[in-house]
């Protein structure tokens, strides 16, 4: 298997993620009138976590140039391909763009509790490919902060 | 294991104790496997059928460490001056995770045999990830090293079973 990703790689999928997430709740935001101040509070923790993952690549090209993640048995960079992979998660992709499709409430939040969840699980991949000093500790914090997002559409889903 | 620990009638605020988390790990398990069983039997590719049913083997293996670390946590409990396991946890962020994937370990998402083949791989990659995040904030709840590395080497099975079952999605296209 070969080294596909260094952690600057890594990192900059991550703040794609970011990017798309954030979009794909300002978009939706315009759609759902009844559900804007949840989705556009969401979209601002996304580009809260966006600039985390801004500083954290910064604060990693200043210290050396793009060190390879720290993954001795080559499974989390296997992980992190086939979540870079378009047929699971396409990180190009617009979310947005699967907007089009979708008419009820219901079914947004449905599809935003997806595509937190295939961010979570990019960043448990990422969080066992980098080191502490690479800022584990971190990714761990945004994980339980996604985690909690879809707590929070969770919430509202019931409630609808 | 029981029938599942009854988290999906629980809100946000729930709080559960360490057996309670291993037995909803435990519960993952058992219906992950019971999915891929059912997958087997609706796939007529010979292929794809044996590897269902590896996965399915690799998932009560799983349930299997879930199970002897839950015994050994009880049996440690015996011990004066240790961690009880009996007291409901802190409820941090992730435990709001928990309840919420502990609901995916209803049972309900059973596969009816009319789902196309790629609904099933779709639902499968799904709850390989649920359970993944599940394991995740697990792991925030494990005081041994050790035990934490076990855990650590399931996540990393399970993305492994990812890669399998995108592989398999990625043929059927």
Do not use: C
Request: no cysteine; aromatic share 8%.
């Amino acid at each position: 298997m070969g080294m596909p990703f260094n952690a600057d790689e890594v990192f900059e999928m991550a703040e794609q993620i970011e990017k798309n997430g954030a979009k794909f709740y300002r978009n939706a935001a315009g759609k759902f009138p009844e559900l804007k101040q949840l989705l556009t509070d969401l979209a601002a923790m996304e580009d809260q976590h966006l600039k985390t993952f801004q500083s954290m690549r910064t604060e990693l090209s200043g210290t050396e140039a793009a060190p390879p993640v720290f993954d001795p048995d080559g499974q989390a960079q296997m992980y992190l391909q086939v979540m870079a992979d378009e047929h699971i998660f396409d990180i190009k992709a617009d979310p947005s763009e699967k907007l089009a499709s979708v008419e009820k409430p219901e079914d947004l939040l449905k599809m935003a509790i997806g595509i937190e969840r295939d961010s979570i699980v990019f960043y448990v991949g990422l969080k066992e490919s980098v080191s502490k000093r690479a800022g584990k500790d971190q990714v761990e914090a945004i994980i339980k902060e996604e985690i909690g997002h879809i707590a929070i559409l969770r919430k509202k889903m019931d409630a609808l | 294991v029981q029938q599942v620990y009854p988290a999906q009638k629980r809100k946000m605020t729930v709080q559960l104790n360490a057996f309670e988390i291993f037995d909803i790990a435990m519960q993952i398990e058992q219906n992950g496997s019971r999915f891929y069983n059912k997958a087997a039997e609706i796939f007529d590719d010979p292929e794809a059928r044996k590897m269902f049913l590896r996965l399915a083997e690799w998932e009560i293996k799983h349930e299997q460490t879930f199970s002897s670390m839950r015994k050994q946590l009880s049996e440690s409990n015996q011990e004066p001056g240790t961690f009880k396991p009996e007291q409901k946890l802190p409820v941090p962020k992730a435990m709001a995770g928990l309840a919420v994937f502990g609901i995916k370990s209803e049972p309900t998402d059973e596969l009816k045999g009319t789902e196309s083949q790629d609904e099933i791989l779709r639902r499968a990659i799904e709850k390989e990830e649920d359970s993944i995040i599940f394991y995740d904030g697990l792991m925030d709840f494990i005081p041994i090293k050790a035990d934490k590395d076990k855990i650590d080497d399931i996540i990393k099975e399970e993305m492994q079973h990812i890669r399998i079952l995108n592989r398999l999605r990625k043929r059927k296209e």
